[in-house]
């Protein structure tokens, strides 16, 4: 299975932006559909964002879609997440998920290898 190590969270004002990276190492990271999920206390984990073994379908939940954009790049190993528009309810912890699925998934089922995590903060 892929390892995945996700990186850029922090504390930002409502409005601000953050950018999420997570690195992967192990099997080819290409064969692999991507999505980014967040868990806030006492809720469950929840999809954000999904994207093809291409790079090219990617799917959003409604709550990010228009502000948020998750991209990668194959050639070096890396899952993005770029989040506008920052709101006190994105508070949670971000994590980088890795499924064998080949269509995209927003099922949190679906993914078989998953970081540890970065939190990320807004405040109002």
């Known amino acids: 299975q892929v390892h995945l190590v996700e990186s850029g969270g922090g504390l930002v004002q409502a409005g601000g932006s953050l950018r999420l990276s997570c690195a992967a190492s192990?099997?080819?990271?290409?064969?692999?559909?991507m999505g980014w999920f967040r868990q806030a206390p006492g809720k469950e984990r929840e999809f954000v964002a999904a994207i093809s073994r291409t790079g090219l379908t990617p799917v959003y939940a409604d709550s990010v879609k228009g502000r948020f954009t998750i991209s990668r790049d194959n050639t070096k190993n890396t899952l993005s997440l770029q989040m506008n528009s920052l709101k006190p309810e994105d508070t949670a912890v971000y994590y980088c998920?890795?499924?064998?699925?080949?269509?995209?998934?927003?099922?949190?089922?679906?993914?078989?290898?998953w970081g540890q995590g970065t939190q990320v903060t807004v405040s109002s």
């Open positions: 998920a890795a499924s064998t699925r080949v269509l995209v998934t927003t099922s949190r089922a679906d993914y078989v290898s």
């Open positions: 192990g099997r080819t990271f290409s064969s692999y559909t």
